[in-house]
């Protein structure tokens, strides 16, 4: 019954029960999860939406929104009861608007991040959220994850993009905030709700995003480090010498280099020899005389070992395409123990001197394989294990346990999903919980938003 109210709703174009067209989207990214579902359905408008949760709501069905399924905690994926809908938002896909003289643009939850950057590009225009999974990753999973990426350091994460938004209650309504302006504080900021809450307040059919001004001639460095509070140092040195031109300040290890290279054997490497850390960054507005100034002040002040710049676009792209191909090849190797941690810059060499003894004394099967946004105190500090190795829990509680130490967060921008629900509780305080449950049952009181996800 529900099943056909739903094909009716969306018409023969926007639903399959087909296994070709369910099976990519029934497994996370990573290959780790995977469940059923009865129907994949694809709305083309906001009415639509707001119509399959009313079906999904008087039937007390679960339904699970999916963007691009490129998100690290399987929060888009359906559980294995066979019983939840997988709505997903692929053909919402339209650039509504542009307005270049206020820097905005209103888009719908299914378009592509790359599109989104293309389109503000096409009229002079920077949409700044940019991340590896930019050519597959839809702008409702960006919000709905609160997305990071490259460029926090710069322009901050998924939730400073958002000026406006409109979303679909779990009763169906359609709450439609998709204001453009930079000033609005005429009650609550109610688009914020559904930012990061990962389709289980609310299903995000489009936003107003706020563009910025192109940043000109970007120039991209690959720096060699002897260690992990260099990287700390020479970020806090550099802004104090160059301020907000620094674009994006990424972190990578000597063994993520190697595995990069094992898996790219024809990449150019921008190095001869090995050094323990490598620093990926672009720097925006200014001259590359300062710049290199200002780099070789850092190499006096011993914060640096080695430089290469970018002698042109395509070196830069080469060197990015290095960074952006490091999940693919961790995941080449076999899926890592993933931790999506953040901790205040200041704690960042702490914890990473911590993190290293604590792996060599409780679990030396370990191979650490750490990168990042070191410039947000961003680290993926996933932790490769053997075939057969079982304390995989231990493993996390030990670093999450640590992390608690130096005030950190057990996920800075990948979100919780399915895969941290049992942890968050453990993780954040007992009052941040009561609040979160609060508003999830007071917005969803039958649980028909992404059930068994998030809290
Ligand atoms: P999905 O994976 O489809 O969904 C993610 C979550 O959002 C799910 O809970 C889903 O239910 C919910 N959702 C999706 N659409 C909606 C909607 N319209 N309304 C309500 N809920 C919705 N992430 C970063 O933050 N920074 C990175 O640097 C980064 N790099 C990555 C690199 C690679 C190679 C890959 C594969 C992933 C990377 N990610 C990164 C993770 C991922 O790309 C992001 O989390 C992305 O924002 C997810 O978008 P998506 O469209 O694929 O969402
Ligand atoms: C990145 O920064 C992504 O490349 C993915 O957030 C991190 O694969 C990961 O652990
Ligand atoms: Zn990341």
């Known amino acids: 019954m529900l ?3 739903l094909k009716k709703i969306v018409g023969p174009k926007g639903w399959s029960t087909d296994s070709i067209d369910l099976e990519p989207k029934l497994t996370d990214w990573r290959g780790t999860v995977s469940g059923t579902t009865p129907i994949v359905v694809s709305p083309a408008t906001t009415e639509e939406v707001a119509a399959i949760v009313r079906a999904c709501a008087e039937s007390k069905v679960g339904l699970v929104p999916q963007g691009g399924n490129t998100g690290m905690c399987a929060g888009a994926i359906p559980d294995k009861s066979g019983t939840q809908i997988l709505l997903c938002l692929a053909r919402m896909n339209t650039i509504r608007d542009i307005d270049a003289i206020n820097y905005s643009m209103e888009v719908e939850a299914g378009c592509i991040l790359q599109d989104v950057q293309d389109a503000a590009s096409d009229v002079d225009r920077l949409f700044a959220l ?6 597959s990753c839809q702008i409702g999973g ?21 000026l406006g938004l409109e979303a679909v209650l779990a009763d169906g309504t359609i709450v439609s905030s998709l204001r453009s302006l930079r000033k609005d504080t005429a009650g609550y900021d109610l688009k914020q709700l559904f930012i990061g809450s990962e389709g289980t307040l609310g299903i995000i059919t489009a936003a107003t995003l706020k563009l910025f001004p192109l940043p000109g001639a970007k120039t991209t460095v690959m720096i060699a480090l002897q ?11 550099l802004r104090s010498k160059i301020g907000d031109r620094i674009e994006a300040f990424e972190l990578v290890s000597s063994f993520v ?4 290279k094992k898996h790219l054997p024809d990449s150019k490497q921008p190095f001869d020899d090995d ?7 672009d720097f925006a507005g200014i001259a590359e005389e300062d710049l290199q100034q200002a780099l070789m002040a850092a190499m006096e002040a011993e914060l640096v070992i080695d430089v290469v710049i970018a002698k042109n676009a395509a070196e830069a792209a080469g060197m990015w395409h290095l ?6 090849s961790e995941r080449a190797e076999g899926e890592a123990l993933k931790h999506d941690i953040s901790v205040p810059i200041s704690r960042f060499e702490e914890f990473l001197t911590r993190g290293d003894s604590l792996l060599a004394e409780r679990f030396p099967e370990g191979q650490l394989i750490a990168f990042g946004h070191v410039g947000d105190g961003n680290l993926h500090y996933n932790v490769a294990l053997p075939a057969g190795f079982k304390r995989h829990q231990e493993v996390t509680e030990a670093i999450y346990t640590l992390l608690l130490e130096v005030g950190g967060s057990i996920s800075a921008e990948h979100g919780i999903g399915m895969v941290k629900r049992q942890d968050l509780p453990k993780y954040r305080n007992s009052g941040e919980i009561r609040l979160m449950r609060t508003l ?7 649980n028909i938003l992404n059930p068994g996800k998030v809290i």
């Open 130 to 135: 940019s991340l590896g999974a930019e050519g």
């Open 323 to 328: 960074r952006h191909s490091i999940s693919e």
């Open 3 to 5: 099943i056909e109210q």
């Open 275 to 281: 050094s323990p850390w490598y620093v990926l960054a």
């Open 227 to 237: 260690s992990s509070g260099q990287a700390v140092r020479l970020l806090s040195y």
């Open 142 to 162: 960006n919000l709905s994850t609160n997305a990071g990426g490259v460029n926090v350091v710069r322009y901050g994460t998924a939730r400073a993009q958002v």
């Open 257 to 260: 280099f190697g595995l990069i």
């Open 440 to 446: 999830k049952k007071s917005l969803d009181p039958d």
